[in-house]
């Protein structure tokens, strides 16, 4: 979401949640949060610890393994990945010398034939969406987290020993029972986790406190959010004391997370809805973008911010997922060569004046359009400048790091 001053708010939310925090529940379940960018969750068990994700690389993973051995003097001998994200199983390789099992489900969806042989191109993305190579200032934070970091740590996932395909999968291990639900959302083989003796609602990544990324930027398959709404209402039928987040801060007590997940799903829920209301009373894409907005009660909920996915974004991904590319305006149905199109519309205008209205644009913070025009000037300089201006603007880390990955690559061209 672009606002004047999206990025102190990005600040100002990274500085607020992406805090170390520690808590111990019940004296036998602890919540590490902030220590890498995503979280973890041991549980104490008769003899051995049990551990729902790794964070994300092996030093920080060794620091995490400090802890638990200060606070429970137990080895890990299970480590249960709630999905298949790096984020999550980049630490797992702290504790091979202990571990004896590692749980995760299985995928039931493929992404399409020759996925991976898109690799080099995907990772281009992610590492224009996590703003890898950037600096700390530059790139704030990865809007749900502190950022992976690369330069002082490793990554080491340890495969699953253990991989279900089942919907639900009930386990005693040494000695705590729990239950592992599937529920795909960011992930098709994510899962949450139950604990009854405690009330203890694992979620992963189907809840943290900011807008989700229905869709990715840098490049995934049609994440099913009917789906992920189901998940969340399934998650909403067990009554937790405790929802323990795969990132940012946990939530206590029932009437608080029910509350939140409940928002939370209907928020996705109303978006999902409203954006295939729209389809079907003919809007074309772009006029569905510029129609779908939260009401009031979400938009000023702390935890539906844009600070990671943003609506907008949602609803391309949808509109996308239920009808495929053609935006339904006729005019895209055989497009002009862009380069032809860009030197009609700038013999018509004028190289001067546009350049002129563009510096005037971009004095004035009107970035999109000065990004807008720029293209059709083909001029690097400007556009820079623009998304300069845009990532001052955009609250959505992911949408930061693109902007300022861009401008970086056509300030150095
Ligand atoms: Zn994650």
């Known amino acids: 979401m672009l606002v004047t001053n999206g990025e102190e708010r990005l600040r100002a939310f990274s500085q607020q949640h992406h805090q170390y925090k520690a808590t111990l529940i019940h004296d036998r379940v602890l919540h590490v949060a902030g220590l890498g960018h995503s979280n973890a969750i041991a549980i104490k068990a008769e003899t051995s610890i049990i551990l729902v994700d790794t964070l994300d690389n092996v030093e920080r993973a060794s620091q995490l393994k400090q802890l638990i051995n200060d606070t429970f003097h137990l080895p890990v001998r299970t480590i249960i990945y709630t999905h298949g994200h790096p984020d999550h199983r980049g630490g797992a390789g702290a504790f091979k010398d202990s571990v004896k099992e590692i749980i995760a489900f299985r995928a039931l969806k493929n992404p399409p034939k020759y996925y991976q042989e898109l690799s080099s191109l995907l990772n281009q993305r992610a590492n224009y969406q996590f703003g890898y190579q950037l600096s ?30 089942e919907e639900e999968v009930t386990r005693t291990i040494d000695g705590i029972t729990l239950k592992l639900v599937r529920a795909p959302g960011e992930c098709d083989d994510e899962i949450f986790i139950w604990i009854e003796d405690m009330r203890i ?11 989700p990324n229905l869709y990715a930027l840098r490049g995934t398959p049609y994440r099913d959010i009917a789906t992920w709404v189901d998940s969340l209402d399934r998650m909403l039928a067990y009554p937790a004391d405790y929802l323990l987040t795969g990132h940012m801060e946990m939530i206590s007590g029932p009437e608080q997370i029910h509350e939140v997940l409940t928002n939370y799903r209907d928020a996705i829920d109303f978006v999902l809805k409203e954006t295939l209301r729209l389809m079907k009373a003919g809007l074309t894409l772009n006029e569905i973008v510029e129609n779908v907005k939260l009401p ?25 997922g239920y009808v495929g590319w053609f935006d339904g305006n006729p005019t895209s149905l055989n497009m002009t060569p862009q380069a032809l199109y860009h030197q009609e519309l700038v013999s018509l205008i004028g190289k001067e004046k546009l350049t002129l209205r563009i510096q005037e644009l971009l004095s004035q913070a009107h970035y999109q359009l000065a990004c807008e025009l720029a293209d ?7 556009k820079a400048q623009a998304l300069r201006g845009l990532a001052s603007q955009e609250t959505s880390a992911n949408g930061r790091h693109y902007y300022i990955c861009q401008a970086q690559l056509l300030e150095n061209d």
Not at 296 to 320: F, H, M, P
Request: proline share 4%.
């Open 136 to 165: 700390d200032e530059e790139a704030i934070s990865q809007g749900i987290g502190k950022r992976e970091d690369f330069i002082h740590g490793h990554m080491e996932p340890l495969a699953p020993t253990t991989l279900y395909a």
């Open 376 to 382: 059709l000037l083909e001029d690097p300089h400007l």
């Open 201 to 211: 609602l694992c979620c992963a990544d189907n809840f943290y406190a900011c807008w």
């Open 296 to 320: 009031e009660k979400w938009q000023n909920c702390a935890y539906l911010q844009e600070y990671y996915g943003t609506v907008s974004w949602s609803v391309r991904a949808i509109y996308n």
